[in-house]
């Protein structure tokens, strides 16, 4: 089993890379692999025609040469995905609403929905400051990755106060992900 886990913090030390870290250990063994994604270059939907589509509509695919492209190859690679944001004003960090923007868009053609329909996804949103909006935060997250395909079996809010205790739910959730069905 291969879990790809794209990540919407910059610190890989941080709050939100604990929480991921929990749930690798849960995966025990299977192949993880993280990917920050404000170390990544990419760029925002550039909604290139003047009716606001372009080749994500026509061909499933993007013309954005930035590195999108190859973390979606990771992504249709895997047999799980992980989606781990930072919560910003009770919602998705910027990295990562730039990187599901694009990938809803290419999902409107199957042709970009192959090797993400039906794949088993789990969210993870921390709020590390007041604690506040992780829930409002899980419902997008959970919305955009639904819009994508993804069979999202799981959506896990998390908050300063209580990341300890979500961090034992992350391990059971890895270590079922991990024998989920659908992700082997
Ligand atoms: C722009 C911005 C908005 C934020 N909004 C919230 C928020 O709505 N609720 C909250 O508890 N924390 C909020 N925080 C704090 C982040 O959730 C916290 O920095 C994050 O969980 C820890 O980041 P890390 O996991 O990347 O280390 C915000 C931080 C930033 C930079």
């Known amino acids: 089993m291969k879990a790809m886990i794209v990540s919407g913090s910059r610190n ?45 509509r026509a061909k499933g695919s993007c013309v954005i040469e930035d590195d999108f492209a190859g973390l979606l190859a990771k992504l249709r690679a895997a047999d799980a ?61 959970e919305k955009v990755l639904s819009t994508c395909g993804f069979d999202v079996v799981d959506v896990v809010p998390a908050r300063r106060q209580n990341l300890q205790m979500k961090k034992e739910v992350l391990r059971a959730t890895g270590k079922w992900l991990a024998g989920c069905p659908s992700s082997k």
Request: some cysteine; aromatic content about 6%.
């Open 12 to 56: 890989p030390k941080g709050q939100t890379a604990a929480a991921v870290g929990a749930l690798v250990e849960g995966l025990r063994g299977a192949e993880a692999e993280v990917v920050f994604l404000p170390a990544q270059t990419i760029e925002r939907c550039r909604q290139c025609d003047e009716r606001g589509w372009g080749d994500c």
């Open 81 to 141: 995905a992980v989606f781990a944001t930072p919560v910003y004003f009770s919602d998705l960090s910027e990295s990562l609403r730039a990187f599901l923007d694009r990938l809803r868009r290419i999902t409107r053609h199957e042709a970009g929905q192959q090797g993400l329909a039906g794949k088993p996804a789990v969210g993870i949103c921390v709020a590390g400051g007041g604690g506040g909006g992780a829930p409002s935060c899980a419902l997008s997250l």
